[in-house]
Structure formats: structure tokens, C-alpha cells
């Protein structure tokens, strides 16, 4: 039995530093949250190391304004954000909470595959209807530009506290996020759908 402490030793040891490594991670302004082991700072930059799936640790920065928090090894959290109106944080480190929040919750759930389900016919036309005119570069921003007008609204499944929906940072973060999904997939949609009208146009001609 004794042969078997030394390697009961060795695995507790190996999950725990799985653990801690695993707790590591630096929460981003945008509400993305990158696994890394923060290692360094200075007035300009915040330096980590993160594992790539090869197993090769490489180092990197981060502009101190990008980061609103770390988590270091042993799980504790170091605020990095400062509500200060002078620079440009105007909320409270309580509202900004809440604004992440709403930038995850859209960030997993929000969808708007309608601009995809939309845009490609309607830009499609267009770009057969244009193939041979300068204004088939439009078509695909003119769509970005309409898309992007009707109301954000929230997916009921993506919102992870509904006590949240009272919160006005919370609702800031969602449509900031919900908008820029948004924005994305509808150019995407437009560009796609435009150039396979334009290739059927060319083709027909």
C-alpha cells in the first residue's frame, strides 16, 4: 500500500494545479473572458501568458483599458477598471458589472439570423439586377445600413437573471453587443448574397 501515498501525492497535486490554472483568466470590457495567467504590468500594458492548444505558452499584452478584471492562480480577483468620468468610465464598478453582463447574455444568445435569412435573397436580386453596374458595391452596405434600423430585442432564453432587465447598464451592454452581431452578420449576408447574384448575372449574360 505504501507505493501507492507517493502517487495518490503526485495526482492531487497535478488536479489542483489544473485547478488553479483553470481559474485563471482576465475579464475583458467587451464581456469575453480570455484564459491567461496575468504575469507582469506597467503604466501602459498588462502582460500574460496563455497556453495554446499545441502546449506552447506564448506571452502577450493588453492595453489597461481593455481589461476590467483578472483572476489569478489561486482564483482571487483583481479589479483593474476605476468608475472615473474624467477618462471615460462612467459607470461604477457595480454598473459595469452589469453592463458585461448584458454583453455575454447577447454575446451567447442573441441571434438575428433573420438578416441572414433575409439578406442573401433580397441582396442576391441586387446583385443580379446590378452585376454589370458601379452600384453593385453599394448593395451590400446600403442592406448593413437598413438592417440595422428595426428594434433590438432581447431573446428571452439568452438573459441569465431577469432581475437584470431593470438594470439600465445591463440593457446598455445587451444592444451594444446585440447591435454589433448584428451589423456583422447583415454585411456578411449582403456581400455573400451580392456576389453570388453578380456571379449569376455574369453568367447569364
Given amino acids: ?10 495526482l492531487t497535486c ?27 504590468e506597467d503604466s ?17 499584452k493588453l492595453d489597461w483599458e481593455r ?18 468620468s474624467t477618462i471615460g468610465n462612467h459607470f461604477t464598478e457595480s454598473e459595469m458589472r ?8 447577447a454575446w451567447n444568445g442573441y441571434k438575428s439570423n433573420w438578416t441572414v435569412w433575409t439578406g442573401v435573397p ?3 436580386g441586387l446583385g ?9 458595391f453599394v448593395v451590400s452596405f446600403a442592406y448593413m445600413v437598413v438592417a440595422s434600423m428595426p428594434k433590438y430585442k432581447m431573446t428571452p432564453g439568452s438573459i441569465s437573471n431577469a432581475s437584470d432587465l431593470k438594470n439600465p447598464a445591463y440593457i446598455l451592454g445587451y444592444e451594444r453587443t446585440a447591435r454589433s452581431k448584428r451589423l456583422f452578420k447583415s454585411l456578411a ?11 449569376i448575372g455574369q453568367l447569364t449574360e
Avoid at 50 to 60: F, L, R
Avoid at 189 to 199: D, T
Fill in 128 to 136: 443580379f439586377l446590378l452585376s454589370s453596374s458601379p452600384l453593385v
Fill in 67 to 84: 481589461v476590467f478584471a483578472f483572476t489569478d492562480e489561486a482564483g482571487v480577483e483583481k479589479l483593474v477598471y476605476i468608475g472615473d
Fill in 1 to 10: 500500500m505504501k507505493p501507492l501515498i507517493p502517487t495518490l501525492l503526485f
Fill in 14 to 40: 497535478t488536479i489542483a494545479s489544473i485547478a488553479q490554472q483553470k481559474s485563471s483568466s482576465i475579464l475583458m470590457m467587451t464581456g469575453k473572458v480570455l484564459d491567461g495567467v496575468v504575469t507582469g
Fill in 122 to 124: 433580397i441582396t442576391g
Fill in 189 to 199: 449576408s449582403g456581400v455573400a448574397g451580392a456576389a453570388i447574384g453578380v456571379a
Fill in 44 to 60: 501602459s500594458f498588462i502582460y500574460y501568458d496563455y497556453e495554446k492548444k499545441s502546449g506552447k505558452v506564448k506571452s502577450k
Fill in 98 to 105: 452589469a453592463y458585461i453582463r448584458g454583453e455575454q447574455d
